[in-house]
Structures are given as C-alpha cells and as structure tokens.
C-alpha cells in the first residue's frame, strides 16, 4: 500500500515569515502533484512534478520532487494571508489513482 | 459547463436509507475518478472509469457502495443501507485523457451526512 505523509499537519506563521511542508513516502512515485484546497471546495492542482529532482516555482511557491521521487516540499517565501489554506500532496502510482497526504492546514495571520 | 459539476452539494440522511450522488465530469474527459474525504484528512480513491468501463474499485470500503458511468459521462455513486461512518465528502474528478500524470479537475464535492 503506498502512502504519503506530510508534515507539519497545521502550521500557523505571522505574514511575511517563510515555510516548508514536507510529503514523504517508503514509495516510489512516477509523478506527485500539489494541490490547495479551501473549505467547501474540491482541491485545485497547483503543480506536477515528475523528474527526480525537479524543481518548480510558481510566484512564491517553489516546489521540489526527491531524487528517489519518493518525497516533495513546498516552500513559501514571504507567506501573506491569501496563502492560507489546505496543502495536499498526491503520487500518482502505477494506476491512474492519487494517493493523497493527510494534508497541511496553513494558516497566515496578518 | 465550465467545470466538474456534483449534486446534491448537500445530503443529510437517516442511517439505513440508500443515497445517490450524481457527477457531471467536464465535456469530453474520459477518466472519471470519485474519492472520499473525511473531516480533516485528505481525499481516498474509491473508484476510477475510464468512459463507461470501470477499471478499479479498490477502493470501495464495501459492497453497500456502488458506482456506475452507464453512458460514459455521467456517474453515479449509491451507497446503500447508509452507516454514520459513510459521513464525509464525497469527491469526483475527471481528467482528459487515460494516461497517468494527466491533471484531475474536482468538483465541489457532496457533504453527505448520516444521522
């Protein structure tokens, strides 16, 4: 069974400060995605990261994939209350089905 | 439309009734994926179709859940005699093409209740 772990489960930072959520895994993975999702809402894909390695940025949010693609981080500079929100990470397996972490619940005070 | 589109978004109901969720995938995506979401956690694969055949329900916690794609569009998750523990989110997402890696798009999800 392949499973993903993310930590922190909640972090609650001052606006302005950076963090790291972490999305680690005994599994191999052919690609993990990153989503966000806000309450009341499905989760929307943020990025997909496929090559060991790999690193990608979109604005603040830099995201990389383990050498192994066994594991992920986000990490967001300079956090601003927009940013809250829950994190989730999801490999995608042999099959077409993501396994998903448990989830990092952000949130950003002004 | 525009996106993954799920109904009801709400269902509260009586433990033993039989409920239905309807999913209504974007245009032309031909994988169709349904997972549920308890409180605080993230999403759980039920089950996945690709048009009309469904290729894996591992994912089904039981045989009081079922799930059906009849026309290769629309799907419908029934969960049968309902238990409380059925109480959670029930998500469908649908992407363009059968090969991995591809984006899922999700709807909005069912709040189902079970009192």
């Known amino acids: 069974t392949q499973l993903l772990e993310q930590s922190p489960q909640f972090l609650s930072i001052q606006e302005g400060e950076n963090l790291t959520v972490y999305c680690n895994s005994s599994?191999?993975?052919?690609?993990l995605q990153w989503y966000r999702q806000e309450p009341g809402e499905g989760p929307v894909l943020l990025v997909t990261?496929?090559?060991?390695?790999e690193v990608k940025k979109l604005k603040r949010l830099t995201f990389q994939f383990g050498d192994a693609r066994k594991d992920s981080s986000l990490h967001i500079t300079a956090a601003q209350p927009g940013d809250t929100g829950l994190y989730l990470c999801?490999?995608?397996?042999?099959?077409?089905?993501?396994?998903f972490g448990q989830g990092t619940r952000l949130t950003i005070n002004p | 439309g525009a996106g993954v589109s799920q109904s009801p978004r709400y269902k509260v109901a009586k433990r033993g009734q039989d409920v239905a969720l309807r999913c209504d995938p974007i245009?032309?995506?031909?994988?169709l994926f349904w997972y549920q979401q308890a409180l605080g956690q993230g999403p759980e694969f039920l089950t996945y179709?690709?048009?009309?055949?469904?290729?894996?329900k591992s994912g089904l916690p039981s045989d009081r859940f079922f799930a059906e794609r009849p026309e290769g569009s629309v799907s419908t998750l029934k969960i049968q005699r309902t238990q409380q523990e059925d109480s959670a989110v029930y998500l469908c997402?649908?992407?363009?093409?059968?090969?991995?890696?591809?984006?899922?798009?999700f709807g909005d999800g069912t709040r189902l209740s079970i009192l």
């Open positions: 179709f690709q048009n009309e055949a469904q290729l894996d």
């Open positions: 245009s032309g995506h031909v994988s």
């Open positions: 997402a649908s992407s363009f093409g059968a090969r991995g890696n591809q984006p899922q798009h």
């Open positions: 990261v496929v090559t060991g390695g």
């Open positions: 599994s191999v993975f052919s690609s």
């Open positions: 999801a490999g995608v397996g042999g099959a077409q089905k993501l396994v």
